[in-house]
Nanobody, 116 residues
Framework: QVQFVESGGGLVQPGESLRLSCTVSGATFSSDAFGWYRQAPGKPRELVASVFKSGVKEYADSVRGRFAISRDTTKNTLYLQMTSVGPEDTAAYYC??????????WGHGTQVTVSS
């Protein structure tokens, strides 16, 4: 069973940077595309960044130019570098397959709070 363990969240001020990590077990980056999702209170979960098997990256309009997704195949770890964060980026962040499976298992996520 594939498992995702996210970390790196915290409280940051507007304009600051933060790097999130996601360790993946039970799957490899050569097998599929993976992505970072986020869910703010009262809102549906949204996909914000993806990396395909080929290494091609894709971003939601709301984060393009500010967030960067990367992966370390030796550590089977996915990263999300967040820069110039704003209050609108406050959410719980999760990683998972880019195309969710019918019985998708989610990790606990990591909370990012942007506040002055």
């Amino acid at each position: 069973q594939v498992q995702f363990v996210e970390s790196g969240g915290g409280l940051v001020q507007p304009g600051e940077s933060l790097r999130l990590s996601c360790t993946v077990s039970g799957a490899t980056f050569s097998s599929d595309a993976f992505g970072w999702y986020r869910q703010a209170p009262g809102k549906p979960r949204e996909l914000v960044a993806s990396v395909f098997k080929s290494g091609v990256k894709e971003y939601a309009d709301s984060v393009r130019g500010r967030f960067a997704i990367s992966r370390d195949t030796t550590k089977n770890t996915l990263y999300l570098q967040m820069t110039s964060v704003g209050p609108e980026d406050t959410a719980a962040y999760y990683c998972n397959y880019r195309t969710l499976r019918p019985n998708t298992v989610w990790g606990h996520g990591t909370q990012v709070t942007v506040s002055s």
